[in-house]
């Protein structure tokens, strides 16, 4: 037996498209949630859609709302390592700060703000059909009215500075953008293996 979707079981979902700027080497900016500096990594769409679930869950406790169906958490073994301090993390808590306040602004406009307006309408249409009026002794007339919801100003991502050295990580041939000033020494975000600039 095939397992197709009812006609509306799928009638809340909705897609969404989030642009952020990347530099022209298509590296994306991320921050230690330790020592707090910039490095840059190759921008992967996987699984910077899965370092967008606590700003999801963020968005959702603030709202009380439920955006998403839960996604398995990905393996203890995918963190990623400073390349500054060497302190590793999951790379959902290496993300900078202007991302995620961006990510929360796109999300208050494009997801919230709708949803809002939405519910504000639905409830009004409720409130306010008319309906015949019963010979009784006690009538009630309810009426809803509601300001407004305006979407936010659209939050504007970029350009991204060019502002980093472009390192090639020869134990696993990745690509990686650091601080120019940096010193000697390094460690790799994905093997964590210590390398020396030269």
């Known amino acids: 037996m095939n397992e197709k979707n009812s006609p509306n079981e799928n009638d809340d979902l909705s897609h969404h498209s989030l642009t952020f700027s990347l530099d022209r080497g298509e590296f994306f900016r991320r921050a230690c949630s330790s020592c707090g500096l910039h490095f840059k990594l190759k921008a992967d769409a996987d699984d910077l859609a899965h370092s ?7 968005i959702e406790q603030q709202y009380n709302i439920i955006l998403a169906p839960r996604v398995e958490e990905k393996k203890e ?10 302190h590793a993390d999951k790379p959902q808590e290496m993300l900078t700060e202007e991302f995620s306040h961006y990510f929360i602004r796109w999300a ?11 519910f504000y309408d639905d409830l009004s249409n409720t409130f306010n059909r008319n309906r015949p009026r019963k010979n009784s002794f006690i009538s009630f007339d309810i009426k809803f009215s509601h300001d ?3 979407l936010p100003i659209r ?11 472009e390192v090639e990580l020869l134990c696993c041939k ?4 650091i601080m120019e ?18």
């Open 174 to 177: 990745h690509h990686i953008k």
């Open 52 to 58: 967008l679930a606590p700003a999801f869950k963020q």
């Open 77 to 86: 073994s995918n963190k990623l390592k400073c390349p500054y301090c060497g």
């Open 181 to 198: 000033d940096w010193p000697s020494t390094i460690y790799c975000p994905y093997c964590e293996q210590q390398l020396y600039l030269t």
């Open 148 to 150: 407004e919801v305006y």
């Open 155 to 165: 939050p504007i991502s970029g350009p991204e500075p060019p502002d980093m050295i």
């Open 108 to 118: 208050e406009r494009e997801i919230i703000a709708p949803m809002l307006s939405k």
